[in-house]
Each structure stands twice: as structure tokens, then as C-alpha cells.
């Protein structure tokens, strides 16, 4: 299920809200369970299995090294049995195919394909559990004894398909005992409006603009212009699909008493790479520092070693984001930005007047999103072709492009930066008081137009 | 935020969707929604199999958004919403002042291509004189009316390479429409001709075949209905045009068979039923149907159309010279046209369709058979 779906709103979560609230507070993580296995399985009910069972075999290993502790060797042990397990899963569904057709190029190599869907949010729940055992063995987080808990955690629906990726130790405590009031439901109801609102008015429909640039593209009628409208149009699209699904996952979590870890923070605004990727999916890049680059020596090891982590931190970066030759070199063209800029443009970039690094970072960051878009590495080629003049510079077809998204696409700019947010910072109490419930309801009922109109809904991340 | 205003907001939220759930609950099932034309998703039945192969949850979510409260008027509000912004197109039909036209995408597979191979392979199999018909839809002929700058496939130079079809003639309603652009010859809210552009439509056909068409005085022009909200109007979401107007030009009483379900039956040039309709083009010959042949025992000749739905606002004119008027679709009727053609003596055959159906349909290799 996703969350800017008709049936999500107006009966899963009513209906989940109601059972919630109407049991005793310690019947509420079995609850959580329930309902989150309904809402995992009901695109594929069978893979209700794979979530049943990586469960199961995560609480396990936790209680292992626990019990285990005092041995370490054998701790070890478990924590890499947990790893190896998360990873097999992820590989087995996530890159099988990819594999196979890729080793399948080569003479007398032919590989079976899978061709099954890939059960949604595998990335997000592998990454987590695998955290789980990890901090158990570090000590940074308790061991979970309840599997009612341990499960509630590992499934719960907020934060299932599309992160962020909460780690265990951030809602340890919650899970064992937390307090429902509507002081957290109000904002987070708040919160998740916001979010519904970014996924379903903001980037639906700029994300049309960018099929309709696709479709020109291959019917030859692109221009640059055009283009590079359809490259804007695709990283507002996925900035504000993807910043749009956390703001629900948080805003559902604090509903249901959890704190989730911000996961953007206004990543448009960056006056380098680095600092982008400090303020986009706050939570992938924190994980992947956390139990890939410091473990791997981080950059205190040498210039050698530094780039060598680097690289290796952004291939799996790249290719965690999807199974084609595309990704990997999207993770390939950020790890040579940000080793550039940390070897060589650091003393220059001090130097720059802000505007000037603020417009190197989004001009690096949106052709990076080129890449990313199109997975097609010959389409894409054509594509960039185009855009660096190797057609027509303007048609026009962008004039009424321009006319039909300029609004949208000054919307879309304004609600990147925060000034927003300060505006409504600076709002008297009581504006305040009357605009929330006045901008909750418009904004409900504009995405429950858009989502009866419906013809245009699908959602970026069920890859992932 | 204080603890009486947090529970307003949360009371306002938790109202706002389950009030919404309790409407959807209350509400009656509708059984077709005549905006769209179509029947809508029934309560399904839950069984362990379809809960197994997913095809239950899809089949809720089906009949979720359906069964929806205020299904229709929800639609409009995007539309406004969307025409604030700056957007001049909606669902791929695009807003001209006070008219609905839709886009015409690039065909996929080289549908065009295959599509005029299989008109001359007809032309190849029988003797019987071929005419390929090929209409421009109103995003050709108005194209000016089009928001500047605004996509829309050249169905003109598609139109063109038919001409250039080895043993088919032409019939040019290119032309013929287009130096008629200034009229009424497309509905506001529907993508079909009016009937004025259906009268265009015969003077060409007419020409083409070398015979006289009557002159426009010769006919008695009746509105049939002024209530028409057409498939534009439904497509678009935009529900505040006027309604267009639909006229009535030929009035004679013809013998009409229309073979629905492969039996004969008597009908009419029109069925008034669907006048009180939502569908109301299907007022004239009763709308898709296989195959329907109109009689007229004054006429001389026999013609054979390869149909879509602009043939049926077309044929009545022709009724008025033919003996027989043969209007096959091959959507449905699933033989060999030339064979009918020849069993029936045929004088000749007219594949006669809008280019937007032309360039889409994949039935049309039963042509070349």
C-alpha cells in the first residue's frame, strides 16, 4: 500500500487509528505488528513471508550475540551471520537479475533470471535489522527480548517502504514504553499533510513534465532547453516525492508516539556536494558513514585509503538506489565530486561568494539526477547529447511548457528554500492557530481531488 | 501548542478522514457512471485465492476509488486547481476558450505504417475500387485554436503519405475541412464531427466518387438534442462549458439491419434512447456495433465502410443516394472485408476513419485478408 492512495486515507488509516488508540497502551506494539503485515502484504501478500522470516531470524541473531556476548569470537560470529543474511536477501531480490544479465553478456555464460517483483522496502529493512545486530554487539543499543516488539519495529508501516531508516537505538525506548498524547498527534497529523501535499500536488505533477520530456526525446522533437527543463522537473519531482514520503513517515510516527531522525534538510539550499549530501536522505548517508566508511578507516588513514573509501562508500551508495549500470555510475560521478572537492576545490570553494557554490551544487546535483533518471545508458547519452546543444536550442513547444509549469515551477523553487518555514515562524499565535486547520483542510481535500483524478500516481520508490 | 487546540487539530484530522469512510460506507454502490461511460467496480468478493494472488487488495482499491463520494465533482476541482497554475491541457485534452480538443500522440509500433500497408493490400486482393478516408481530428483542422506552442502528432502529413498509396484513391477531407474551419464542424466537448462536419465530410466522399452531393438547402437541419456533454468533457475533467448541440439532417425512413450479436435486427438511422443518455453521439445508428447495413430502395450502388464511430453521422447523407449502405467495424466483425465486399457486390470499398483511431487500431491486418 502506499500512503497517497484513497484507500490509505480514507479507510486503512481511520480504521488503523481507531483500533490503536481503542486498545490498552501494552497491546499497542502487537497492534503496530498486526496492522503493518496487513499493510506490507497488500500488494504481494506473499511476501509477507520474507518479512515474517527476516524477523524472526534478526531476533534470533540478537538474542545470540547477547547471549554470547562474553565469547566474542562467537558474537562475531552471529553479527556476521545477521550481515551475511540481510545482504543475501537484498542480493538475491534486488540483484540477481542485474547480475545475470550482466555476466550473460559474456560468451557461453547464461544465467537464469528471477524476473520476480521485488518486495517493497527490502532495501530500508535489510539496512535496518542489519544495524540492529550490530549495535547490540557495540553495546550502542539493548537487546530486544519481546518479538512482538522486535517485530513491531522491524515492520512498522510508517517508516516500511520508503524510510527513513530509523535505526533500533532511536526508538528503543519508545518501543518499550512511550505516552500517546495529541500533543504528538496534532503535529504529526500536521506533518503528514505536509508530506501528502508535497508527494501528491508538487511532484505528480511536475513529474508529468518530465515524461512528457522523455516522450519528446524519443519521438526527436527535444530541444536543450527542453531538455533541461525535464532534468529540473525530475529533481523537484524526486526532492519532493521522496522528501514529501518522509515528512509522512515522520508525521505518522509521532502519531503513533515514535521521534523519528529528520531526513532532509532543505538539500537545495547546499553551498557544496559535501554539504548536499550532509542534508539529502539524511538517513542512507548517516548509515552508510556509520557502518561502512568509519569501519573502513574513514579519512584518517591517508590520502590513498581516503579515496579508495570514498569510492567504495559510493558505489554501494549508487547501486543501493537500483540494480543498473546508471546507478553505479551516478554513485561513480558523486564520489569523484567529492573528492575533488575535498583535495582540490576545498581552498577555492572558501573563496567563492556563496550564490556562486550554491549554483555549482545544483548544477552538479541536477546533471547527476540526468543519470539517475535514465537507466538506459544509451537514452541517457542522447539525452545529455541534446542538452549540451547537440540539437535544436529551443522549440516551440518549451514556450508552452514554460507558460503551463512557470507557475508550478516558482512554487516548486519557493518551497525548496525555508523561507516558508521562517514565514511561518514569524506568524502571531493565533494566525497560526486559525491557519493550520484552514491549510490541513485545503490541503486534504486539493490531494484528495488530485488522487480521485488520479490518472497520475506512481510512486518512485517501490524500486528501492 | 496547547493541550485543548492539539485536541482540536487532532479531532479535525481524525474527522476529516473517517467522516469520509463513513460517507463511502453509507453511500449506495453505483453500477455505471455515465461521466465516464463505463461500469464501476463492484464490492468484491473475498475468496483465499484472490487474497493469495494479490488480485483482492487490487480489486478494493478498485472499487475504493469508484465507489467514491463525490467521484465526479472531486475531478473538477482538480481541473480548476490545475487551470490556476497555468495549465491549458488535462489529460491529454487540451482547453481552447470555450473548446475541448484532444491531443494526438506519436503512434506506437509504426502502427501508421502498418496500417496503410494493410489498405493497399486490401486495394491488391480486389477488384472492387478501394477509397482510403482518412478524417484529420480537430487538433489538425483547428489546429490554430490550439494553445501556442501545444504538441499535437502532423496527422496532415500522414494524411499525405496515404495519398501516395499505390492502387487506393483518395478522398480528401483534409481540405475539404479545413477550408471549412471557421464552422461548427467539431463539437465543443466531444472529438467527434458534428454533423455540419459529417455533411463536409459526405461532399468530399461524394466528389471522390465521382457522384453529385446535395446541396446544403436540400436538408432539414433539426436539433436532436442541446443537452451533449462528450467524451472531452468527460476526459478532461472541465465541466463548465456549455453543452453542445447535436443536429438531425437526413430524415428519411430507411431499412436498417444492425447484426449486434451475429442475428439480424431492424433499427433505425437513429436511437432516440440515447438521447437521455450520456453517450449521445450514439444516437446516430445506435453507436459500435459489427456490422449494419442501411437500405434505400431508390438509391443505386453499393458501398462499403470500414468504419469508426464518425462513419455513423456520415452514413445517413449517403443513405440518401446508395441502395446499399454496408458500415463494417473491424473492432468486431472478425472476417475478411474484401470477401463480404465481394459476396455482397460491392461497388466499392471506403476505409473511412479518423486518423487518431486509424493510427491506433491493431484490427486493421483483417484488411489485408
Known sequence: MIFSSLTFLFAYLPLTLAVYFLMPLRARNAVLLAVSLIFYGWGEPVYISIMVLSTLIDYTHGMLVERFRCRDKLARWFVGQSVAFNLLLLGFFKYWDFLAASLSALPEVNLPRLGAPLPIGISFFTFQTMSYTIDVYRRDAPVQRSLISFGAYVTMFPQLIAGPIVQYKTVAAELAGRVNTAEDFAPGARRFTLGLAKKVLLANSIGALWDAQLAARAAGTLSAAGGWLGILAFGFQIYFDFSGYSDMAIGLGRIFGFRFNENFDHPYLSASVTEFWRRWHMSLTGWFREYLYIPLGGSHCGTAKTLRNILVVWLCTGLWHGASWNFLLWGLYFAAWLALEKFVLRQALKKTPGWVKRLYTLAVVFTGWGIFAMEDLAVCGGYFFICFGGGQLWSAADGYTLRSYGLTFLILILASTALGQSLWRKLPERAEQILTPALMGLGLALCTAYLVDGSYNPFLYFRF | ?369
Request: hydrophobic share 40%.
Open chain 2, 1 to 369: 501548542m496547547t493541550k485543548g487546540y492539539a485536541r482540536f487539530l487532532t479531532a479535525f484530522f481524525c474527522l476529516f478522514l473517517g467522516g469520509i469512510l463513513v460517507w463511502h460506507l453509507l453511500l449506495p454502490d453505483r453500477e455505471r457512471s455515465e461521466t465516464e461511460n463505463r461500469t464501476l467496480a463492484r464490492r468484491p468478493e473475498l475468496t483465499w485465492s484472490a487474497l493469495a494472488d494479490g488480485s483482492f487488495t487490487r480489486a478494493v482499491e478498485d472499487y475504493f476509488a469508484d465507489q467514491f463520494p463525490l467521484r465526479d465533482g472531486w475531478t473538477g476541482v482538480k481541473a480548476r486547481a490545475e487551470l490556476l497554475l497555468g495549465k491549458r491541457e488535462f489529460n491529454g485534452v487540451y482547453l481552447c476558450g470555450d473548446t475541448l480538443i484532444a491531443r494526438v500522440n506519436p503512434p506506437l509500433d509504426g502502427l501508421d505504417e502498418k496500417n496503410l500497408a494493410h489498405t493497399a493490400r486490401l486495394a491488391e486482393r480486389t477488384e472492387i475500387p478501394v477509397y482510403l478516408g482518412l478524417i484529420p481530428s480537430a487538433a489538425e483542422t483547428w489546429r490554430e485554436k490550439l494553445p501556442a506552442g501545444a504538441e499535437s502528432w502532423d496527422q496532415a502529413a500522414f494524411i499525405a503519405r496515404g495519398w501516395e498509396l499505390e492502387g487506393v484513391k483518395p478522398v480528401d477531407f483534409l481540405t475539404a475541412l479545413g477550408a471549412r474551419a471557421g464552422e461548427d464542424i467539431f463539437y465543443r466537448t466531444d472529438h467527434h464531427w458534428t454533423t455540419l462536419g459529417a455533411y463536409y465530410g459526405y461532399a468530399a466522399l461524394m466528389e471522390a466518387l465521382g457522384r453529385e452531393p446535395l446541396p446544403r438547402m436540400t436538408f432539414m437541419r433539426m436539433t436532436a438534442s442541446e443537452e451533449f456533454q462528450g467524451t472531452l468533457y468527460s476526459q478532461s475533467g472541465i465541466h463548465w462549458l456549455a453543452p453542445d448541440s447535436m443536429e438531425v439532417w437526413v430524415w428519411d425512413v430507411f431499412t436498417v439491419t444492425s447484426w449486434r450479436d451475429g442475428t439480424p435486427k431492424e433499427a433505425g438511422l437513429y436511437d432516440d434512447d440515447y438521447l437521455g443518455k450520456k453517450d449521445k453521439y450514439s444516437f446516430f445508428l445506435g453507436g459500435n456495433q459489427p456490422l449494419c447495413v442501411i437500405r434505400n430502395e431508390e438509391g443505386t450502388g453499393r458501398l462499403l465502410l470500414i468504419r469508426d464511430s464518425y462513419a455513423d453521422s456520415l452514413a445517413p447523407f449517403l443513405a440518401r443516394h446508395f441502395e446499399e449502405v454496408h458500415l463494417m467495424d473491424l473492432r468486431y466483425y472478425r472476417g475478411s472485408a474484401a470477401a463480404y465486399a465481394e459476396e455482397n457486390g460491392m461497388d466499392g470499398i471506403v476505409v473511412l476513419q479518423s486518423v487518431p483511431n486509424f493510427i491506433t487500431d491493431r484490427n486493421l491486418g483483417l484488411l489485408g485478408q
